[in-house]
């Protein structure tokens, strides 16, 4: 957990927190930004970084409150709160020198990160002159700050309430006019940086702009952030946030930008209605708020298994609601001033009391309230007659359908968050070692739990806010129910294996300083390929062209196929296709249909004979009604004048003689057809993610980025330091990273037994786990 150490509010939108994450200050330089998520089930949004100071150990941020996440923030959480998770720095800092004049724009909430810049700046010995831009007088916040750490300030608001009337590019004009600076940077909404960049370009003055997207994990991983400048393909969270905006297609970045907005328009209305019924039935304490007459008269359906396939197996045949339907049906509770529910129930659950925490849509406070009274909340809203019960006395009952209150019940218990169990155990007294694994992937876990057993005294570093890496948020459920992974985890934990997650190995601390100022003596790299590969082909740009890293990560990682009760959305649309043929198509695909999508294909470039997926997978998606379209491959996403996909164009394949690898290569034919889609999934395989690589200077490299480590011992070029995974090979199977871990693991073990006197380390004396 992270703690807020304090909290200023500038206006009613705009507020400043300061957190206390002492690795993140340490290492925050000027352009950097970090990703922030409040708790389970919330999204990770970035925020620049405003200020930071190491001393101290806190990172400034500046929040404007203008979606749910950042409301919430604003709403809900105080100095001295904590919240779940805190990762950075993250992105490259601005490059800072002396070169002269430099003007430095912030708009709106980009104010706030242009501090450290314009300090950095003037401390770099150049004139900095500031132009700050926002609504109105109100608005206004850190005036002083500014017009202390710049030899020139100029205020502009729009209605001319403070400072210049108008907007920051016409004072940026006349600056230009009389003072011509030799750099501008720009950071604020996408169309004042645009609009900045526009004001240069004719006078050839170099202009940064600052680009913090729509990201989902912030380390390079998903793609979301992908933006064209100078024809490039760029990832804002690793390539920047800063780029030079004459270079940018902010046009293509804008149409990328409304691509949730539906979903996002949807959950706005839901967070109001939530905040009204908060202020009625929290705030003033009303009851009875609503008539009969407004009430849907039947209760929500319960949804359950076909009945000639519960016929011939044990699975549930009540398969519980889902959200949707929970909060419906809570809806329907006319939360009544002497509730004679209540007295119907055997254990006395307040049941409007469970049930109204449920329409403010907080599932854990209802669980707290049930909890009162009963702490088997899914077992009695199973088992028990609430027909002859609570239902039967329910006010409702006398002109229409009771609430279902057994159904709710069962719901909160199912959903809430249950108490975790420990047991974890103290490790050795005299470890064989330390040993830091970067990375909490197959490869990772599989050489904690053998070091640990070696008697290694072993620490886990996870960049994201969750343990198991690819087998959680690559691998969906339905293949790899998440509880599993959190059993086995939790036996290394009882073992003596520490945990951390929300570290950036390469960013918050280094290889380098895991060894040196951490004292690790040994460091295992297992931190997965993970960068994605998109085509180049017309109408990537488009907002509903995913890499397979970032759909399944909104839905395994994110729970965005629970949006809006989870904060991160999925937007998938009515046609879906997915372009590749391997295992993680088909996690796509099926994904896809779990979704609701009515249409799904898999376009694929050669046969169904080549297909890298396990045949079952194959025959599972296609068990599922998903359409397979071999020997296509795609040429052009069409998109509308909106910027969304609308179809894809492929192109007919036949297969000409085996490649190197021994697969018949395909061969394009003249024969094109037109797919209607309005989603497209790239499941093309990954590339090596380079934040480790390029932080850990001497670690030999192939030429795709990936470490060039021994296949025997797993060792690299650096002393101590041992890599394996996907991260070496590329992307590969779960079982071959494993196999990697355990080999490392055997090696490390030999390398710490001989005291460290031999690099490469010695053969291994032991035939190693395949």
Known sequence: ??????????????????????????????????????????????????????????????????????????????????????????????????????????????????????????????????????????????????????????????????????????????????????????????????????????????????????????????????????????????????????????????????????????????????????????????????????????????????????????????????????FREAERCLQCHRPDCVAGCPVGVDIPGFIRRLLVRDIDGALDVINESSLFPSICGR??????????????????????????????????????????????????????????????????????KRGCRVTVFEALHVLGGVLHYGIPSFRLPRDIIDREIQRLRDMGVEFLTDKVIGKTFTVAQLMEEMGFDAVFIAAGAGAPSFLGIPGEYAGRVYSANEFLTRVNLMGGNDFPVNDTPVSTGKAVVVIGAGNTAMDCLRVSKRLGVPKVACVYRRSEAEAPARLEEIRHAKEEGIEFHFLHTPVEIHTNEDGDV?????????????????????????????????????????????????????????KWGYIVADGETQATTLPGVFAGGDIVTGGATVILAMGAGRRAAQAIARYLEDGKAHWPPVQQRETAPA
């Open 646 to 702: 609308r179809g894809i164009r492929v192109q007919k394949m036949t297969l000409g003689e085996p490649d190197e690898q021994g697969r018949r290569k395909p061969i394009p034919l003249d024969e094109f057809v037109e797919m209607e889609c309005d989603t497209v999934i790239y499941a093309l395989g990954t590339n090596a993610n380079p934040i480790v690589p390029k932080s850990t200077p001497g670690l030999d490299l192939t």
């Open 1 to 326: 957990m992270y703690r807020i150490t304090r909290r200023d509010q500038f206006s009613d939108i705009t507020f400043l927190w300061d957190i206390e994450a002492p690795d993140v200050a340490r290492a925050a330089r000027p352009g950097h930004f970090v990703m922030l998520r409040l708790r389970d089930g919330a999204e990770r949004i970035p925020l620049t970084v405003a200020d930071m100071d190491p001393e101290a150990g806190t990172i400034t941020v500046v929040v404007q409150a203008l979606g749910k996440t950042t409301r919430d923030m604003r709403d809900h959480y105080k100095a001295g709160d904590s919240f779940a998770d805190f990762v950075g720095p993250l992105g490259l800092p601005q490059h800072i020198d002396k070169v002269g004049h430099v003007v430095l724009v912030g708009g709106g909430l980009g104010v706030a990160p242009i501090f450290p810049q314009l300090r950095g700046f003037r401390d770099a010995g150049n004139r900095v002159t500031a132009i700050m831009g926002f609504r109105s007088k109100e608005l206004v916040f850190w005036e002083d700050r500014f017009q202390e750490a710049s030899d020139a300030l100029v205020i502009c608001t729009d209605d001319g309430s403070a400072g210049r009337e108008g907007f920051v590019t016409d004072a940026l004009a006349d600056i230009i006019a009389s003072d011509r600076p030799d750099l501008v940077v720009a950071i604020g909404p996408l169309p004042m940086m645009r609009a900045c960049a526009e004001v240069t370009r004719p006078h050839g003055v170099k202009t940064m702009v600052s680009l913090n997207t729509i990201m989902v994990d912030g380390t390079g991983m998903c793609g979301s952030c992908r933006v064209t400048v100078g024809g490039e393909v760029k990832f804002a969270c690793v390539d920047g946030p800063d780029f030079d905006g004459h270079a940018v297609d902010f046009a293509e970045l804008m149409l990328r930008q409304k691509r949730f907005a539906p979903e996002e328009t949807k959950a706005n209305a839901d967070f109001e209605h939530v905040c009204k019924l908060d202020q009625i039935l929290v705030q003033e304490g009303k009851r009875t708020y609503k008539k009969i007459s407004q009430v849907e008269p039947h209760q929500v359906p319960m949804p359950e298994r076909n009945a000639m396939e519960r016929a011939a197996n044990f699975l549930e045949v009540n398969l519980g609601y889902t959200a949707e339907d929970a």
């Open 383 to 452: 088992v028990c007659p609430q027909e002859h019960q609570c239902e039967k006395q329910c006010l409702l009952g006398r002109k229409v359908d009771s609430v279902a209150i057994g159904r709710l019940e069962r719901y909160v218990g199912d959903h809430a968050h249950a108490v975790g169990q420990t047991g974890a155990v103290s490790p050795s007294e005299t470890p064989l070692g330390r040993v830091a694994i970067v990375g909490s992937g197959p490869g990772g876990l599989a050489a904690a739990a053998d070091l640990v």
